[in-house]
């Protein structure tokens, strides 16, 4: 167990839904970030946020959007699917100065159809 | 923008013997931090490895160590006595000094041979 929690762990929809992923932090990191693996984008940064606050932007979608919670969760919200966004969502966290790198969740496998 | 490139898809190696999976990557910051990641078919992202550029001195863990040129952009990750649990895809992965998000470089499978 990383400290890093990720729910669901698999999620079946149709395409023009919208779902939203759920990751909680290793206790003690105030920073969150969301990426995207598939087999053709390989993985990709989407997005982070530190105490709350958006921090950085990556190639994150118009129709996907984030944020992070007073208790430091933070909710990942994917919307107007497309098969394409098919794919393994990683959540990670870190402490400010990433002093012990970044500790990843073990993923929500999304499957668009 | 950082870019981080592993030109190995995919190596075989002996088990008990010894393998380097090379990385190079872009970057016009001074300041930043370079990792090894090691994704096994359970797809969990495990951290192998962490480097700060202001070291000279090369990071190890256990079996694993790098060889970080600074100069040259290279950042490659030695197995020392490479077990079968070793088997998995391994990310190179760069930060900048801001801790901003992680840019991973395209993976290297490691096959190892019973």
């Known amino acids: 167990d990383s400290g890093v929690t990720q729910t669901p762990k698999h999620l079946i929809t149709a395409t023009g839904q919208r779902v939203t992923l759920r990751c909680s932090p290793r206790s003690g990191d105030l920073s969150v970030y969301w990426y995207q693996q598939s087999l053709d984008q390989g993985l990709q940064f989407l997005i982070q946020y530190y105490n709350g606050e958006e921090r950085a932007k990556g190639n994150i979608l118009e129709r996907f959007s984030a944020q992070q919670f007073p208790d430091l969760h933070s909710e990942l919200n994917l919307s107007s699917l497309e098969l394409g966004d098919s794919a393994l969502y990683f959540c990670?966290?870190?402490?400010?100065?990433?002093?012990?790198?970044?500790?990843f969740g073990s993923g929500t496998r999304l499957t668009v159809v | 923008a950082q870019t981080v490139t592993q030109s190995q898809p995919e190596m075989s190696v002996q088990e008990a013997e010894t393998v380097t999976l090379s990385c190079t990557y872009d970057t016009s910051e001074s300041d930043y931090y370079l990792f090894w990641y090691k994704q096994p078919p359970s797809r969990q992202m495990i951290l192998v490895i962490r480097?700060?550029?202001?070291?000279?001195q090369n990071a190890t863990e256990n079996r694993f160590s790098v060889n970080f040129q600074k100069a040259a952009k290279s950042f490659s990750l030695k197995i020392s006595d490479s077990q079968l649990g070793d088997a998995a895809m391994y990310f190179c992965?760069?930060?900048?000094?801001?801790?901003?998000?992680?840019?991973f470089g395209k993976g290297t499978h490691l096959i190892i041979q019973p």
């Open positions: 992965a760069y930060s900048g000094g801001g801790a901003d998000g992680l840019t």
């Open positions: 480097q700060e550029a202001y070291k000279q």
């Open positions: 990670a966290s870190s402490d400010p100065g990433a002093n012990y790198g970044y500790t």
